[in-house]
């Protein structure tokens, strides 16, 4: 906690909360750890259990920013959490499996929906994901499916690989960027600083400040 504590929010413009969602095994976490860690050596995680969130620091397009970045187990349904998981999200990663069409199919007929359903940004930024890139011998999705789908649905699109790297960065990078294109997410991933920079001053004051 104390490297993270130190982080003031002086350091950064914008805070934005971007949601993972997708099934199970599709490389959610993969994805994540990928990105957070500029690290491949992530080939044997567990499935998440409930809700797991990461915070990555870092710059783009000349603007500093906050991702705290809400992964999800994706084989249970936890009700009473789904809501406050959407709830003031800026961007959403929909995430599936090039080898497994089931995994593509289920973004339509189930996380889509869910989106519609509790998304509370209606301007948020979404893209679709294809990752496992790198077992194109196995491709049961074709790009141009992919492509096809998210102009439908009016999504950002990459295919990636959370094994090799490949195009995760550039994932993050391209979401974000939109993002900051969006008049009303700026203002909101703007406020939120400013809320997080009052609470802290909040707190130091109520503790007697840094050298009690």
């Not at 069409?101 to 339509?108: G, Q, V």
């Amino acid at each position: 906690m104390g490297s993270s504590s130190r982080v003031g929010t002086s350091t950064y413009d914008y805070s934005f909360k971007v949601l993972l969602i997708g099934d199970s095994g599709v490389g959610k976490s993969s994805l994540l750890l990928s990105f957070i860690n500029n690290s491949n050596s992530i080939h044997h995680l567990s499935p998440t259990i409930g809700v797991d969130f990461k915070i990555k620091l870092f710059t783009v397009g000349g603007k500093r920013l906050k991702l705290t970045i809400w992964d999800t187990a994706g084989q249970e349904r936890f009700g009473t959490v789904i809501s406050s998981y959407y709830r003031g999200a800026h961007g959403i990663v929909l995430v599936y499996d090039v080898t497994r069409r089931e995994t593509f199919t289920n973004l339509i007929d189930i996380w889509a929906k869910e989106v519609e359903l509790y998304s509370t940004n209606h301007d948020s930024i979404k893209i679709l994901v294809g990752n496992k890139l790198d077992k194109e011998s196995e491709r049961a999705v074709s790009r141009e499916e992919g492509m096809a789908l998210a102009q439908e649905h009016r999504c950002l699109f990459l295919e990636c690989s959370a094994k090799t790297r490949e195009n995760v960065q550039q994932c993050f990078n391209d979401l974000t960027l939109k993002m900051l294109d969006v008049a009303s997410l700026r203002e909101k991933g703007s406020a939120a600083v400013k809320r997080q920079k009052q609470k802290r001053m909040h707190e130091t004051s109520q503790s007697g400040g840094c050298c009690s």
